[in-house]
């Protein structure tokens, strides 16, 4: 079964993170990671604040072949990086491993992660790996993206999951709206209250099983690798 396991690394244990040089106080996420032929670029959602020292440390690094601020919103701007990711081997530990990367903050001390491993064995080899690399890490919480017994469709059941599936397919939930809860059950053949009231279910029953699963043990010991 897969796990979700919350790391710590110190920023100046792999490439990226000396490649992100930040002023104290300031945080910087990174969004997502696309592959792109031998490349991974990331994109990094940066304040106004952590701007001028991000595009100053990132430009500078002979790591990185550019950067591009992609967009602007209110206080942050969202920037990719063109950057060579085989002088990483933090992040060539986790392609290895076959882990993916949900979410990542980094500060100018530490970076936390959340990576998901498709069993307990592959955690095992990854923390192995950074043991023989000589990468500092930190394990803090491991658990399960699903509670237990629920199986791979959250506990959600055939009719639940095929309405809800419809209903973002179709733009019930766009804004504006495209479908209304009378075209969604003349398309599965209920009515519109009988759409409501499944759609109600079935998203509880998501969020039980999902992000209130996995806030059920919140606090968190981080155990070193060494």
């Not at 500092?136 to 017994?149: A, C, D, K, Q, T």
Request: charged letters at 25%.
């Amino acid at each position: 079964m897969a796990v979700i396991a919350h790391l710590r690394i110190p920023a100046d244990a792999f490439e990226l993170g000396r490649i992100l040089t930040l002023d104290p106080g300031t945080t910087i996420e990174l969004e997502t990671m696309v592959p792109l032929g031998e490349k991974a670029v990331p994109f990094f959602s940066v304040s106004d604040e952590a701007r001028e020292s991000f595009e100053r440390n990132v430009s500078d690094h002979p790591s990185v072949d550019r950067i591009v601020e992609v967009s602007q919103h209110r206080n942050e701007r969202l920037y990719s990086l063109d950057w060579d990711v085989t002088t990483d081997d933090f992040f060539l530990g986790i392609a290895e491993i076959g882990g993916q990367v949900l979410s990542a903050t980094g500060t100018t001390s530490t970076w936390e992660f959340e990576i998901r491993f498709q069993t307990h064995e592959r955690l095992s080899d990854f923390q192995e790996y950074c043991s023989d690399a000589s990468i500092s890490l930190e394990v803090g919480r491991i658990y399960n993206p699903v509670r237990p017994g629920t199986g791979m469709w959250y506990g959600l059941t055939t009719a639940q999951r095929e309405t809800l599936i419809r209903a973002v397919e179709d733009g019930y939930y766009s804004i504006p709206r495209q479908v209304s809860t009378q075209d969604l059950g003349d398309a599965v053949g209920i009515s519109d209250q009988a759409v409501t009231e499944r759609l109600r279910r079935g998203i509880e029953t998501l969020v039980m099983n999902s992000l209130i699963a996995m806030e059920a043990d919140e606090s968190e010991t981080f155990q070193r690798v060494s």
